[in-house]
């Protein structure tokens, strides 16, 4: 068990190019199922009223990144899985969170808004923070140097799998909103099944590395997942956002799009241990806090509690 905990930063987990292709493609499919659901009123009226996701966007991006580099600091994981934290960190919200947000009664069109924005705010904001949180651990950092990370191929990756579809999505959405209306709901559902199956699939084809740090990671996931959800709820309560805004920008800010941050560890870190096993718990923890999150909610109208 020692002898595990001292080489899993040296652990790559097995893919072949085709599995990082499928991966890389249906990550696409993912974003362009969520853009179906978007056009450019849901912008507008985020501009109508813009302190709900500007908290959202201000917990997601600033403050999440920056409370998760502190919590490695205390936990002291091994490099990877502390490099893997900060990059779920770093990412956007997921599109499972608009479904938990309608679930938990909150604002599902401000839920959507946040999501879109998020995405399109990662094309930046997921490289910088990672790039700043990463290089201020003194344990992580090293890791960052030793690959080389260009922020530009990074930049280009998540333009790519983010960005692009996020557009064509739209288009659809606007130019053939009947097609949309039909597809939309498959589309959504398919996607995260398959993603589901592939990351349970990659578990199982590396399942000897996964039980050597199981107990770790299940326990630094749980408490990284709820400090996101502190957070989110945090900064909504605080700024005095009113409860189905408040739920919105919880479950944002506590649900992430752990499937961009495996489709960067495959492609940048070459599917370094710590990092994917991170990751990939993650994209099955963050299902289950969801439902928990959401059926708690739903059992408290919004009319009867202040948040």
């Keep these: 068990m020692m002898l595990a905990a001292q080489t899993i930063d040296q652990v790559q987990l097995n893919f072949d190019q085709s599995s990082l292709l499928f991966l890389n493609v249906l990550i ?8 179906l659901d978007l056009d450019l009123g849901d912008f507008k ?64 069109p401000l839920s959507v808004g946040m999501t879109a924005v998020s995405t399109a705010a990662a094309i930046v904001m997921t490289p910088l923070n990672l790039a700043i949180w990463g290089s201020l651990n003194p344990h992580t950092s090293p890791i960052l140097h030793s690959v080389s990370l260009s922020p530009f191929d990074l930049f280009t990756t998540i333009v790519l799998i983010l960005g692009v579809p996020l557009v064509v999505g739209m288009l659809v959405a606007h130019r053939f909103p009947n097609l949309a209306e039909r597809v939309r709901r498959p589309f959504k559902t398919g996607s995260v099944v398959v993603f589901m199956g ?52 919880t479950i944002e800010v506590g649900l992430q ?47 009867m509690v202040a948040a």
């Design 28 to 35: 696409g499919l993912m974003m362009l199922g969520m853009a």
């Design 45 to 108: 009226r985020l501009l109508r009223q813009p302190k709900p996701p500007a908290i959202g966007l201000a917990a997601q991006f600033l403050l999440l990144p920056a409370f998760t580099f502190l919590l490695t600091m205390i936990l002291q994981p091994r490099p990877s899985i502390a490099l893997g934290m900060i990059l779920v960190a770093s990412c956007p919200g997921g599109n499972l969170s608009n479904v938990m947000t309608y679930l938990a009664g909150g604002n599902a």
């Design 198 to 249: 592939f990351v349970l699939m990659a578990l199982a084809n590396n399942w000897d590395h996964f039980v050597h740090y199981v107990g770790f990671v299940v326990f630094a996931v749980l408490i990284h997942n709820a400090l996101a959800f502190a957070i989110g709820y945090s900064a909504a309560r605080g700024t005095g956002l009113v409860a189905r805004d408040v739920r919105a920008v």
């Design 257 to 303: 799009n752990s499937a961009l941050a495996l489709i960067l560890i495959f492609d940048f870190f070459n599917g370094l241990g710590g990092m994917a096993i991170i990751a990939a718990w993650w994209g099955i923890w963050h299902i289950i806090a969801g439902l928990v999150v959401a059926g708690f909610w739903s059992r408290r109208p919004v009319e």
